[in-house]
């Protein structure tokens, strides 16, 4: 009979766990509650800052294309490369400098694919196999980023299940609606549970809110409740949110850039009266509004990544840190 200890150890000859120690993941089993614009956005400014940044897109609507501005690219394969990656057991092959020091593993509609490629095991062995499988894939490539950022899926147990082999610290985007609080944070919670056999070393750094006022204090309480109810107290809130901002939302995805990009990009609006004249289009103004939610991924990604480390000493100190 196959123990517990029997799958992680059988894990363990399958993945270098550290080799993997800075791979974060944007995990909620609901869609629509910012994962993907977190996850870029930390990336963009983590890789502005010299540090080498992967970004890992496991969404079948491949929206980090978006985020980037490469979608309909030459580049864009949306998630071709990536299943073939995780069919023949190779190492992933990203785009190169999306933006300087930012690669990117692209997602898309051919991920669709990937669960049936992975098939069902037939007994524990075979599915630690199945679901380390993005962790053996990234294995080869790790060494060459300081970070490696996944975007989750939502809805999507097989792919979910991927992503939470191949991480270490998991931080959980929430917004206020019951939905993404309640029936998101289950789902994650379930998956979750089922991983840690395969990988015992992932860790919850906590959940952000997304799109919310910056002094939601009753929605911080409902959110902390569902968290500590939910995951059990394991994943504390993080003092700083991503503000509510629809303009800067639908200038990021049009103009296929990130909040610091559209912050950088004010400085060159036009005036009203070149505007009123006819020689400017209003569709060229960058809302000023950028300035504010760009700094809220700054504070965050600065708290996010001072957490982390604080949490590695921890592990290290406690001697589970492999």
Known sequence: MTTPLDIAAYAASLVNWSELGHVYLFAN?????????ITTNIGGLAAADGLRVLIVDLNVQGN????????????????KGLLAAVALGHAVTPIRNVRPNLDVVPGGQY?????????????????????????RIL????????????????ENEAMMQLALGASRFITVPVKSDVSSRKKGLKA????YKAMRTYNPYMTLLGAVLFATGTNATA???????DVEATLGGAAPIFDNVIRHAEAVA???????????????????????W?????????????????????????????????????TQQDLVAEGVWP
Request: a negative charge; hydrophobic letters at 40%.
């Open 64 to 79: 980090v294309a978006e985020d980037l501005g490469y979608v309909d690219t030459d580049a864009d394969d949306e998630g």
């Open 111 to 135: 991920l669709r694919r990937v669960p049936g490629v992975i098939g069902s095991p037939i007994d524990d062995m075979e599915r630690a196999k199945a679901v380390l499988t993005l962790a």
């Open 188 to 191: 994650l919670a379930k998956d």
């Open 219 to 225: 929605i911080r309480k409902k959110v902390r409740a």
């Open 139 to 154: 294995e080869p490539v790790a060494d060459q980023y300081d970070l490696i950022l996944i975007d989750s899926p939502p």
């Open 250 to 272: 639908v200038d990021a995805r049009e103009r296929g850039k990130l909040a610091y990009e559209l912050e950088a990009a004010v400085s060159e609006n036009p005036a009203f």
């Open 29 to 37: 089993g609901k869609g629509g509650v910012g994962k993907t614009t």
């Open 274 to 310: 070149q505007i009123r004249a006819g020689l400017a289009d209003q569709k060229s103004v960058v809302t000023k509004t950028s300035a504010s939610v760009s700094e809220d991924f700054a504070a965050l990604a600065r708290e996010l990544f001072s957490r982390a480390a604080a």
